[in-house]
């Protein structure tokens, strides 16, 4: 089918005045930066409902795209008629038997704004209903719940025409609910809370520790390549690399194995809050889930979360690996995730890290180094990258070097 629009039906907006022209205008914005390179399309954000005028662009691929932006409860695809009863059947008939399948049921809806149109709602549902009988002799009406609702809004300029209700991704336009850093490591539950946070309408920084030359080029590209899939849920994501390394030596130099994990995700943090801060963000988003490994417990969360006062969110905190393993495969990241790239935490860890650390123990253990010049350095270290949706970072070779695993 030719659709010339697409009609944009708005999420979870419950909020009034300066909060709805917000959650509008970012959805606005986030679909213009999604759809940019199809010049032709025009957005028009009403405060009810959203038109993507698509002027000749394929609704096939914009459909693609469309799902998954946040801020979108169901979108239709749209066809526009001039206004005469010859149109809307012609438009009506081609349309339902492009969707229509053996035994759907359907029925006529018609919404009148334009109240001089020669015919009422009732008029138009009965003369449109009885041509397409006359034309699909196995159609079905049913009043409650069929499968197609064949959508005529008669409108001052002109007639729309719909019969499908696609569901979009809900939750917030991104940058709705400002924005944060995500610590995201190579692994399987990371990328799944930075998709958790961007449905909020949370922007995200990434934050990633890499310890070369304990960690390889492939380890951060992957960190990389898992964020450009995320990209698709928002646009351009940045990427802020951070060395670890320097850090990672001193901690197993001098201080004892039990606390080598708890102090340094002690370190990461107050890293990723120190970054935080210099970007303008208001919390910080990790993969942690309660109970999963050592530096998981509660315990530790006590004895690592005591370096900031700032809220650490984790998306991910109550569900099982299962349904982690789940959403990571309906997003798209798990087979990036489970590629066998180690990063800084699989290669620093102690055989025995304590499943119940002491906050004290971890705070006087912590002061027997330089603290402030090993952040230092490693702040002077970062790098900051813009990624884009699908961007790819782990060349042919990393894939052939897989395949000999
Ligand atoms: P993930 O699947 O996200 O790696 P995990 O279950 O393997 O999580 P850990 O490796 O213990 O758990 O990490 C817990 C959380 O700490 C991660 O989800 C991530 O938010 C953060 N983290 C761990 N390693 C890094 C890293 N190298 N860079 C940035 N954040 C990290
Ligand atoms: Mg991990």
């Given at each position: 089918m030719k659709y010339t629009e697409v009609m944009v039906r708005y999420g979870e907006l419950s909020t009034k005045g300066k909060n709805r022209k917000d959650f509008i205008g970012r959805l606005a914005g986030n679909i213009t930066r999604l759809l940019n390179d199809f010049p032709e399309v025009e957005i028009h954000p009403k405060h009810d409902r959203m038109h993507i005028v698509l002027n000749g662009a394929p609704f096939e691929e914009i459909d693609s795209r469309l799902k998954r932006v946040f801020g979108i409860q169901t979108y239709s695809p749209t066809i526009k008629v001039e206004k005469t009863l010859d149109a809307i059947k012609k438009t009506s008939l081609e349309l339902m038997q492009a969707t229509y399948q053996d035994g759907m049921t359907f029925k006529v809806n018609t919404r009148r704004s334009d109240h001089d149109f020669e015919y009422d709602t009732n008029q138009l549902n009965m003369m449109v209903g009885d041509y397409l009988f006359d034309n699909m002799p196995n159609l079905k009406v049913k009043m409650k719940k069929p499968d197609l609702v064949l959508r005529i809004e008669v409108r001052k300029d002109a007639i729309y025409i719909s019969n499908q209700l696609i569901k979009g991704a809900s939750g917030?336009?991104?940058?709705t609910a400002g924005k944060a850093m995500m610590m995201l490591s190579g692994g399987i539950d990371s990328p799944v809370s930075s998709y958790l946070a961007l449905k909020r309408g949370v922007e995200i920084e990434m934050v990633h520790f890499f310890s070369p030359p304990y960690t390889s080029d492939k380890a951060l590209a992957k960190a990389k390549e898992l964020t450009g899939i995320l990209a698709n849920y928002s646009g351009k994501i940045n990427f802020i690399a951070v060395p670890f390394a320097e850090i990672q030596e001193q901690i197993k130099e001098k201080l004892?194995?039990?606390y080598l994990m708890t102090i340094q995700r002690r370190f990461m943090l107050q890293l990723a809050d120190r970054i935080r801060a210099k970007r303008g963000g208001l919390a910080i988003f990790n993969g942690e889930s309660v109970g999963q490994v050592a530096s998981q417990t509660l315990e530790s969360m006590v004895a690592i979360n005591?370096?900031?006062?700032?809220p650490v969110i984790r998306p991910?905190?109550?569900?099982d690996k299962t349904e982690i393993i789940r959403l990571a495969e309906e997003i798209g990241t798990f087979d990036l995730s489970i590629k066998p790239f180690e990063d800084c935490c699989t290669i620093f860890a102690p055989p025995r890290p304590k499943t119940k650390p002491k906050l004290d123990e971890a705070r006087k253990l912590e002061a027997r180094l330089d603290v402030e010049g090993l952040i230092q350095r490693a702040m002077d270290g970062i790098e900051v990258t813009p990624i884009y949706p699908n961007q790819k970072f782990l060349d042919d070779q990393a894939q052939i070097d897989l395949d000999l695993l």
């Open positions: 917030m336009p991104v940058g004892p194995e039990g005591d370096v900031t006062t700032t991910v905190a109550t569900m």
